[in-house]
C-alpha cells in the first residue's frame, strides 16, 4: 500500500472518478436551488381555508370515505349517506330522508 490511502487501481484513480464527482456536485447544487425557488415562490400560509358546501344541491354530494368524521364529508340533517359498499372507508352519495 506504501502509506497510500487507497490501494493501487482504486476508484479515485480513474480517469471518471472527478467528473463524476463534479458532476454530482452540480446536480446536488441544482437540485438544492431548485427547491428554495419552489420555497420562495410558494404562498405564505400553507393552511387553506375550507368553505362549508352550500346548503342547495345537496342531494348527491360525497358522503363518507376514509374521512368521514370530517364535517364536509357527512350529510346534513334531513340527508342520509347512502353507501356504495359495505367496508370501512366506504363512500357514498347524499340522499333525502
Known amino acids: 500500500m506504501n502509506g497510500q490511502l487507497c490501494p493501487p487501481g482504486c476508484c479515485q484513480n480513474s480517469r471518471w472518478f472527478k467528473p463524476t464527482v463534479i458532476i454530482i ?3 446536488i447544487v441544482i437540485g438544492l436551488f431548485g427547491n428554495i425557488c419552489l ?3 410558494s404562498p405564505k400560509s400553507p ?26 364529508n357527512q350529510c ?4 342520509d349517506c347512502q353507501l356504495d359498499g359495505n367496508y370501512p372507508d366506504a363512500g357514498g352519495i347524499c340522499v333525502k330522508r
Open 25 to 27: 456536485g452540480i446536480l
Open 39 to 41: 420555497l420562495l415562490k
Open 76 to 79: 346534513p340533517t334531513g340527508y
Open 47 to 72: 393552511i387553506t381555508q375550507i368553505t362549508p358546501t352550500p346548503t342547495k344541491g345537496i342531494e348527491g354530494r360525497f358522503c363518507g370515505g376514509i374521512a368521514a368524521n370530517l364535517p364536509e
